[in-house]
């Protein structure tokens, strides 16, 4: 046996990847439970040379000075260090980290175009749990639209919107795209845009959208994000929200206590983050991550290698 591999949750890696990876020479350790704490996982990751997250855990520096034999881990997804803040001493123990990259770019820009359209539509509060009965709203082809960071999913996100015939569609990112959209300031995409949504990377730092762009938008304007907690400051878009200055959808939020109360027309957010989740995601997401696990494990090199 070339040694032990530990799974977390059961979304993604399937039976045929189990048997991919014993085939191998792996034997199969999985945790069913997606959200193990820190103690629990520098527990489970002890004796393991291989490590799929495909939960919600965060592993830490602490997990990883736990981690007496692993080689490599992947993290099922693009943006991996929310989830692997302990990366830097992964890297100093020359453990590998490698990602799912674009496997999800689809099925996260249709989460945010349905629920555009479900806000814009004013579908949550005219449905049955909502508190409007009639509510007269505008039409896309009436509305600027605002992409802000233009990375895969910002690029698909735009070419959806485009069919809808929009007013106008334009991006803030570091560098030009040299597309068809119009690139603008932060500003001035925040001043211009009736819908912004935001994909930005997690690279950049906190509070980066803060109070100081929120007030530049136009009043009843939508903001959908799908970007990492923190890029937002919550604290001041939860106070432009019950001010009535603004609207807002998210697939992920920190704290929903701060947004308790508001109603259907101006707020929605998932329970947990469900942008990414389609079968045809977990499959190629699986398909990828034990790929690459496999070939960091044999050769400590792949093409989707971050660390």
Not at 238 to 261: P, T, Y
Request: proline share 3%.
């Amino acid at each position: 046996m070339n040694g032990k591999i530990l799974v977390t949750d059961t979304l993604f890696v399937f039976d045929e990847h189990v048997k991919k990876m014993e085939d191998a020479g792996y034997e199969i350790v999985r945790f069913e439970k997606p959200d193990m704490n820190e103690d629990e996982l520098s527990e489970a990751i002890k004796g393991k040379v291989g490590y799929i997250l495909g939960g919600i855990e965060c592993v830490t520096d602490k997990v990883f000075e736990n981690a007496d034999q692993l080689k490599a881990l992947i993290f099922t997804g693009t943006g991996y260090k929310g989830h692997v803040p302990g990366w830097q001493k992964a890297k100093d123990k020359g453990i590998k980290i490698a990602t799912t990259p674009f496997a999800n770019v689809y099925e996260v820009a249709e989460w945010a175009l349905s629920a555009t359209l479900a806000m814009q539509r004013d579908l949550f509060d005219l449905g049955p749990d909502g508190k409007t009965t009639f509510y007269t709203v505008d039409s896309i082809p009436d509305l600027d639209i605002g992409v802000f960071g233009f990375g895969h999913i910002g690029e698909k996100y735009s070419d959806f919107m485009s069919a809808l015939s929009p007013k106008s569609i334009s991006y803030w990112n570091r560098s030009d795209k040299n597309n068809q959209y119009t690139l603008k300031s932060k500003e001035d995409l925040f001043k211009d845009s009736d819908i912004i949504f935001v994909p930005i990377s997690e690279e950049v730092e906190n509070d980066f959208i803060n109070k100081d762009l929120i007030s530049l938008m136009k009043p009843n304007a939508l903001l959908v994000s799908i970007c990492r907690d923190g890029i937002i400051n919550e604290v001041d878009l939860a106070e432009a929200l019950n001010e009535g200055k603004i609207r807002a959808a998210f697939d992920k939020v920190g704290n929903h206590d701060l947004f308790k109360g508001l109603s259907n027309r101006v707020w929605y957010a998932s329970t947990a983050a469900e942008a990414y989740n389609s079968r045809g995601y977990l499959k190629r997401s699986s398909d990828m991550a034990v790929e690459s696990l496999l070939n960091l494990l044999s050769t400590g090199e792949d093409q989707y290698r971050v660390v």
